[in-house]
């Protein structure tokens, strides 16, 4: 398998998943910025949307779309609990979480990023993060992870997403119980490994 990627973009949550699951695969990093992969192809040959993530699978299967790839990945190996059975409300549940998070929290930052989004429209969507971030807070104030106590990807989903609020100078401290979940999800071996892997952190010594 192959994982197209740009460091620190949403492509981290698959990449998440892959080192979670153990699965071989090759990381290829397409950057947003200039859509050239390190050989000189155009990414837009690749993925005519230009976006990451795209999955290819070693038949030369594209899947795009970060919640489905995760999904994907997450069903090859479903002895690890990265995401319940296909068909029961518990996987209902996940699908649920991966739809908020693509929806209501990874759509919500994307306006923060454009340069050309007037301060005013940028506030709008600063106090609407903030009331997503809220409603987290209290989901999270009785639970380990997202489901329950056994980590999925819709944690790596959100886990990346949040890492945003950062570098968009959002204060997160108000939010204990999500502050704390992240502490949690951030020590995962698997989290760690992707991170280093996209130079996001750097190797211990």
Known sequence: MKLYYSPGACSLSPHIALHEAGLAFEAVMAPTKTHKLVDGTDYYTINPLGYVPLLELDDGTRLREGPAIVQYIADQVPGKKLAPPNGTMPRYRLQEWLTFI????????????????????????????????????????????????????????????????????????????????RDRVNARPAVQAALTAEGLLKPAA
């Open 102 to 181: 693509g929806t209501e929290v990874h759509k919500t930052f994307s306006p923060l990023f454009n340069p050309n989004m007037p301060e005013d429209g940028k506030k709008i969507f600063r106090d609407r993060l903030a009331s997503r971030f809220s409603w987290l807070n209290g989901q999270l104030a009785d639970r380990q992870y997202l489901m329950g106590d056994d980590f999925t990807v819709a944690d790596g989903y959100l886990f990346v997403v949040t890492r945003w609020a950062q570098p968009m100078a959002i204060d997160l401290t108000p939010y204990p119980s999500l502050t704390a979940w």
